[in-house]
Every structure is written in structure tokens, then in C-alpha cells.
């Protein structure tokens, strides 16, 4: 995307450090998400690309520097008064609770603002989780987990998305499908910012690459020139 049709910054992230106890796992973290972009976190496993999320939502606690979301700083909010500014997250562990049926799992999050998909919504663009609405999440598929979560969080009404790993452990046919509700959701003006180890995936759905290693940012690149940059950009996944 050229500089002439770059958008406002919807998440400004400038020298993000955060740590896990003692131990450190950001080191001054800087990116932006331009808003109604879906942006990617790549890098190998360990990078800080999901403590990057999780410290957005500020569930890593420990961690200095500055988030601004629309202009307001996040640093030293809750998570639950993040996550009323309108953000969501889903997380790489998908977290369904088993012992609930599709549509339990789906009734659980809280409307927090206006414009938030109701549960038949929900179901109409997830025609898999329709066909399996009444079964526990124990009887899922990975896939139908990840569609779950994904959907599980539009009911909020939140406009910017955190997502982790959502093709991790899945066959390519459902990543495929998973893609496209991605492109789906951004189409329909969704922001997102995606953590993804597979960058064949990260091709398909993004505005910009963000590539991350050992807690830095060590490049930025629009999707345009991510394959002009590839044999770098290898390097830094370990490819």
C-alpha cells in the first residue's frame, strides 16, 4: 500500500517493553495498525509476536512504554476497561469451554458496544457452527474451534481484532476457510492486527507485514513488497 492511501493509525505501539517476572520478552516494540488494515505479526516461535497481543490487552502486566488506542493510552488500564474501547482478542488457545454447546459458548461474551453480530447472525456467517450448534465443545474439530472463537468475539461489538495463530494445527482445506472469513471481516471494515507463523497464510489476508525478532521490530513491509523481500524475510522465520 503507497504512502499516498495510507490511513490514520488506529493503535500506535512506541518503545513497548514488557516482561514475564524477571524475564523480559519485548524490547522497545514499535509498529502502528492503520485503521480498516489487517496487519501481521510474523516471526519465529518465541519472538514476542503473542506477548505483543497480550500485552495490548494488558494481560502482561509488567510493561513499559506506550499503546495508544484512537489516542488514548492503554498503559495502566485493566483488562476489562481495554476491552470496552473496543478491542477483542482471541487468543492461539481458542479457550471454548468444553462442557458448553456452540450456542452457550457464543451467548457468553457481554455486549459492549453498539453494532455487535447477534448469535443467528453469528450462525448465517458461520454455517459450519449452525450445523453444529447444540454440540458440546469437546465434539469440535480444530477448525470449528477456531470459527467458534473468531465468532465468539464479534458478539462484543468490538471493531479492532487481536487474533493468535488461527491456522496453527489445521488442514489446509480449513485454513483456507479461515482466510477468507478473515477477509470477510475486513471487508466489512473490521481492523485487525494477526499473529501467524505461517506466512503463506499472512500473504493471503494482510495489508502489511510487521516482522518481529527477539522482542523488536526488525522490519515493516506492505504486502506489495513482502515478495520482493522474501529471502530476507526468511531468515528472520528461520525458513
Not at 505501539?13 to 488494515?37: D, I, K
Not at 514476542?48 to 494488558?58: A, Q
Not at 513491509?221 to 515478495?227: G, I, K, N, S, T
Request: proline share 3%.
Amino acid at each position: 500500500m503507497s504512502s499516498e492511501t495510507a490511513k490514520a493509525p488506529l493503535l500506535q505501539v512506541e518503545n513497548l517493553n514488557a516482561w514475564y517476572a524477571e524475564s523480559q520478552a519485548l524490547h522497545g516494540m514499535n509498529f502502528e495498525v492503520p485503521e480498516g488494515e489487517l496487519v501481521t505479526l510474523i516471526g519465529r516461535n518465541g519472538a514476542g509476536k503473542s506477548t505483543t497481543l497480550r500485552s495490548i490487552m494488558g494481560i502482561v502486566r509488567k510493561r513499559k512504554g506506550s499503546i495508544r488506542f484512537r489516542g488514548a493510552e492503554l498503559i495502566g488500564r485493566q483488562t476489562y476497561e481495554i476491552a470496552r474501547q473496543g478491542i477483542a482478542y482471541c487468543p492461539e488457545e481458542r479457550a471454548i469451554f468444553a462442557s458448553l454447546s456452540v450456542r452457550e459458548n457464543l451467548g457468553l461474551p457481554p455486549v459492549l458496544s453498539a453494532g455487535g453480530s447477534s448469535d443467528e447472525e453469528l450462525l448465517e456467517q458461520f454455517p459450519n457452527l449452525r450445523a453444529r450448534q447444540n454440540s458440546m465443545g469437546t465434539m469440535l474439530s480444530g477448525g470449528e474451534q477456531q470459527m467458534l472463537a473468531i465468532a465468539r468475539i464479534l458478539r462484543t461489538g468490538s471493531r479492532f481484532l487481536l487474533l493468535d495463530e488461527p491456522s496453527e494445527g489445521l488442514a489446509p482445506v480449513v485454513v483456507k476457510e479461515i482466510g477468507q472469513q478473515i477477509l470477510r471481516l475486513k471487508q466489512r471494515g473490521y481492523t485487525i492486527l494477526l499473529v501467524e507463523q505461517n506466512l503463506k497464510f499472512a500473504q493471503m489476508v494482510a495489508d502489511r507485514h510487521v516482522v518481529v525478532e527477539h522482542g523488536q521490530v526488525v522490519d515493516v513491509l506492505a504486502a506489495d513488497q513482502l515478495q520482493a523481500n522474501m529471502a530476507r524475510v526468511k531468515t528472520y522465520l528461520g525458513v
